[in-house]
């Protein structure tokens, strides 16, 4: 299996602008994970799936802060307009359903906005 | 609210050296108790998971301990080496969710 992948590496985009970070689970996972990681805040989460469904989004720092996820292989993180403390890096990760499973993350998009 | 701390969060130990890294949480009623390595640019790694039934978990040189009644973890590294350099972290799962409360992470540089 090749993993969580993730999709940009890194991003580099202005103030106002929109970004989209990508995520393919692994195949077969139940659960899909979004985290941002910072020196100050470490990692938070940010929204998590159960079979393609949101369960909690509590963690969304704002509007400006959207997911999705269309299907059990892709899920989307976007956020717009972008503003400079968006940056961060970003992880996805998914687990099986089962209990004590262990999560696997992506490794990661690192995001700038100047 | 659960809180998972990591302290210190930076060590420096000479090669071959038997370290441990500590963990504590406020909450005792924890479901699970994962740690993790994270190299730097990378994703997190799970190194060992331990079930609140269970006390330790072993994988090669690394040894997880939880205890819920002190609310703490450790993770011991025995015969450390150059190559464990890298940040730990521990992480809480308090109800049946999937959800993790992470620790802020351990920094570990193991010098040769």
């Known amino acids: 299996d090749a993993g969580v992948i993730q999709s940009p590496r890194h991003e580099v985009t202005e103030m106002g602008q929109e970004v989209t970070l990508r995520c393919k689970p692994i195949s077969g996972h139940d659960y899909l994970f979004w985290y941002r990681q910072t020196m100050m805040r470490g990692l938070e989460l940010l929204i998590y799936?159960?079979?393609?469904?949101?369960?909690?989004d509590s963690g969304m720092p704002e509007d400006r802060f959207s997911a999705k996820m269309p299907n059990a292989s892709f899920s989307t993180l976007k956020i717009q307009p972008s503003e400079p403390r968006d940056s961060a890096v970003y992880f996805c990760?998914?687990?099986?359903?089962?209990?004590?499973?262990?999560?696997?993350f992506g490794n990661g998009t690192r995001l700038t906005v100047t | 609210k659960q809180e998972v701390t990591q302290i210190p969060a930076a060590l420096s130990v000479p090669e071959g050296e038997n370290l441990v890294l500590n963990c504590s949480f406020t909450?005792?009623?924890?479901?699970?108790l994962q740690w993790f390595r994270q190299d730097p640019g990378k994703g997190l790694t799970s190194l060992l998971l331990i079930q609140s039934s269970q006390r330790e978990q072993t994988s090669g040189r690394l040894n997880a301990s939880l205890d819920k009644s002190s609310g703490r973890s450790t993770l011991y590294i025995a015969a450390s080496q150059p190559g464990d350099s890298a940040t730990y972290l521990c992480a809480g799962e308090f109800n049946a969710g999937n959800m993790l409360t992470f620790g802020g992470g351990t920094r570990l540089m193991v010098k040769p």
């Open positions: 909450d005792s009623a924890i479901y699970n």
């Open positions: 990760a998914s687990s099986l359903a089962r209990a004590y499973s262990p999560l696997h």
């Open positions: 799936f159960n079979n393609n469904v949101p369960i909690d």
